[in-house]
Nanobody
Framework: EVQLVESGGGLVQAGGSLRLSCALS?????????IGWFRQVPGKGREGVSC????????YYADSVKGRFTASSDYAKRTVYLQMNSLKPEDTAVYYC?????????????????????WGQGTQVTVSS
């Protein structure tokens, strides 16, 4: 069974940092998958924030987070991270990680919610001004 568990959210002041983790269950092949980070605020759909291949060699970022957020992958631990620096109040959201088991044309699908087959439960990030 494919399961993803996010952790690391919390309350932080503007300008601060948080590191989110997305731990993936065993029992499926982690190789050649892609892990996406999305966020959602009440009343809106999920917004693609970042994506990283399981090997860590390819990453994507939304323009709104480029230069502030960094995705990384620890293949041995089956865990993906999202380091978030210089946080802004507009980064406040529930953050979700999802997995594309068979990524295809990631350049155009990484930020499409329906491209991901499984999701974690989400973790709240709140940035105070």
């Amino acid at each position: 069974e494919v399961q993803l568990v996010e952790s690391g959210g919390g309350l932080v002041q503007a300008g601060g940092s948080l590191r989110l983790s997305c731990a993936l269950s065993s029992g499926f092949t982690f190789a050649d998958t892609a892990i996406g980070w999305f966020r959602q605020v009440p009343g809106k759909g999920r917004e693609g924030v970042s994506c990283i291949t399981s090997s860590g060699d390819i990453t994507y970022y939304a323009d709104s987070v480029k230069g502030r957020f960094t995705a990384s992958s620890d293949y041995a631990k089956r865990t993906v991270y999202l380091q978030m620096n210089s946080l802004k109040p507009e980064d406040t959201a529930v953050y979700y990680c999802g997995i594309e088991l068979f990524p295809y044309e990631l350049d155009s699908t990484w930020n499409v919610e329906d491209s991901y087959e499984f999701w974690g439960q989400g973790t709240q990030v709140t940035v105070s001004s």
